[in-house]
């Protein structure tokens, strides 16, 4: 019982044979209940066969069963599994949209209190074919199990695009195949009788690496970031305000220390003009400027009873270089 009801809502159950028959007159409000009981869906042990069988065998009552309204109001009166409408289609004719909704529900009976009512499964008709509506339990696997899916084929290709390098630190950019081609036709299309080149060099010429082109964009890439920081941190301040003088192992900021060495010098007081009045003012006196020859110093007291020193003649040398040192 378990394995049917997991592969119910795989089924889509049509019966023309019904649809067509003049005696139903197609699926209408009274008889859309007979064609789910054709259906696999269908509780052969539920109330509305019990109500239908009793039914039949009563001439008076058989009017019930033509009747959906009054068979469902027998139902209510009922303990057990029962099959009802729970919602019709707004317009019924021929271009309507011919969607009804079955309810699988378990009535109990309470004494005094209002019938205890649990829903046990959801059925639509849709046209002439009939559907189980999904668990919620069921969407919830499906949806998780797509995600699961997704997400591990997202991790096998994200787990081969990191690459690690002590230069360059951690990438996660994939290898630009494209420029490289382009690098590779600019190649093959030069001259086919280029200029001939040494050994050495011929030897040495090689076609860049993906590597080497990967680096070469990350480099450019950080260039470009630490240049905007630098401009956003430092865009607003000039070097034409403290401009560096000197030269290399010997620069000087021009203005710094200037502006705080005129603070502290001590400042210039005018003597403040003489007031104006009708005596002409004396003539300055006049300052010297000439300063007098030093005089020779005194000679010092000659002392009795010494002998007086001989001079000593100096030798001139009659030269044109001058006069040589005593």
Do not use: C
């Amino acid at each position: 019982m378990a394995v049917e009801e997991r592969t119910l809502d795989e089924i889509a159950f049509s019966n023309p044979e019904f649809v067509t028959n003049p005696f139903w007159g197609g699926i209408h409000t009274n008889s859309v209940l007979w064609y789910f009981s054709e259906s696999p869906f269908f509780d052969v042990m539920s109330n509305n066969t019990v109500l239908r069988t009793q039914l039949e065998h009563n001439e008076q009552l058989r009017w019930i069963l033509f009747n959906r309204e009054a068979f469902e109001a027998r139902l209510r009166t009922m303990n057990g599994v029962e099959f009802v409408v729970a919602e019709q289609p707004a317009d019924q004719g021929p271009g309507g949209t011919g969607v009804w909704v079955i309810r699988k529900q378990m009535r109990k009976k309470r004494q005094g209190e209002e019938d205890e009512v649990s829903l046990l499964n959801t059925f639509h008709v849709v046209g002439d074919n009939i559907y189980m509506a999904p668990v919620a339990a069921d969407l919830l696997g499906s949806r998780m199990l797509s995600i699961t899916q997704r997400l591990n084929k997202f991790m096998s290709i994200a787990a081969r695009l990191p690459d690690f390098s002590p230069a360059l630190g951690h990438r996660y950019l994939p290898p630009p195949s494209s420029r490289l081609k382009a690098i590779e036709s600019q190649l093959s299309q030069g001259s086919k009788e280029p200029t001939p080149l040494p050994d050495a060099l011929q030897t040495s010429k090689k076609v860049p690496s993906s590597a080497d082109i990967n680096a070469s964009n990350y480099l450019d890439v950080r260039l470009l970031e630490e240049s905007l920081n630098i401009t956003q941190k430092y865009g607003d301040e000039y070097m034409d305000e403290n401009p560096v003088t000197g030269q290399p192992g010997d620069f000087h900021l021009s203005t710094t220390g200037r502006k705080d060495k005129d603070k502290l010098s001590v400042p210039v007081v005018k003597a403040p003009a003489p007031a104006a009045s009708g005596k002409p003012s004396a003539p300055p006196t006049p300052l010297k400027t000439d300063i007098p020859p030093a005089r020779k110093g005194s000679k010092s007291p000659r002392t009795p009873g010494m002998p007086k020193p001989k001079r000593r003649k100096s030798s001139k040398v009659h030269s044109a270089g001058g006069i040589s040192p005593t």
